[in-house]
């Protein structure tokens, strides 16, 4: 089965549940997930990788069964529109343009507005989020998921050096170009949470923790989200399971 075979069978067991109802979920989520911020060249989409991985080995665990990894083309083949088709290609190149390019694109090219396009976005993952064993790397995730308890919600940087390095040996570019992209993705990244969310995004308190990842291993950061995501299952669990008890003894006439 194709990624994206298995992105639709994951969107529809949430219109399943969606149909079926209201859960005590419906605001808290039920399930963990994983938020992926990243400096551009520090192994976010290698981390993601890695971590799917890892939890595709532990499969015969509940848990970590039926995870998804939403990455920027997967998340974008969801949110697919006749009219958004256009604006989200141009999306997959940069994470978020200029207004002058954004118009520019919409006089010249009969593009939407790209605000237009992200919020839409934004709605896709936020019902991923809520359903939860989702993976994000980018696109705000981590502030539009913040409120949701959870989430695991990482920070990868690394030195310029590595970052070039990287970016050079995946994409096959001279070290000029690497580092053109590195500054004209991390300055639309920024440019993104700050339109959207009013946020730093190099604050650090903004996420659980962020890992250098010249000194830490990607596949021993993934090992870690593995343990994390282990503990958040169990309050998640132990969550639901209380709220089950409240509701039956409001039913009942209890407190």
């Known amino acids: 089965m194709s990624e994206i075979q298995k992105l639709k ?8 549940h969606e149909r079926s109802g209201p859960s005590n979920g419906s605001k808290t989520g039920r399930f963990p997930f994983v938020t992926i911020s990243r400096q551009t060249g520090a192994g976010g989409q290698v981390l993601s990788a890695e971590l799917l991985k890892q939890i595709n080995e532990l499969s015969r665990e509940a ?5 998804q990894l939403c990455n920027q083309e997967l998340c974008h083949s969801l949110s697919q529109d006749p009219g958004l088709k256009v604006a989200i290609e141009s999306l997959l190149r940069k994470e978020y343009c200029s207004h002058t390019e954004d118009m520019l694109g919409q006089l010249i090219f009969g593009n939407p507005s790209q605000d237009v396009v ?9 019902t991923f989020a809520l ?6 790397v980018g696109r705000g995730s981590v502030f539009l998921t913040r409120d949701l308890p959870w989430g695991i919600h990482v920070r990868l940087v690394a030195s310029l050096d590595s970052r070039i390095k990287r970016v050079m040996s995946s994409t096959g570019v001279t070290e000029k170009k690497a580092r053109e992209t590195i500054a004209e993705k991390d300055e639309a990244k920024a440019e993104l949470v700050k339109t959207f969310f009013n946020k730093d995004i190099r604050d650090p308190l903004l996420y659980d923790i962020v890992w250098n990842t010249d000194r830490v291993p990607l596949h021993e950061i993934a090992r870690i ?31």
């Open 118 to 126: 992200v919020k839409k976005m934004f709605q896709v993952m936020r």
């Open 9 to 16: 069978s994951f969107i529809d067991s949430l219109q399943y």
């Open 225 to 255: 989200l593995i343990e994390r995501i282990r503990m958040k299952g169990v309050e998640a669990h132990e969550f639901l399971i209380s709220q089950n008890g409240s509701g039956q003894q409001r039913e009942q006439g209890g407190v």
């Open 63 to 67: 848990l970590f069964t039926g995870w």
């Open 131 to 136: 359903h939860g064993k989702v993976i994000f």
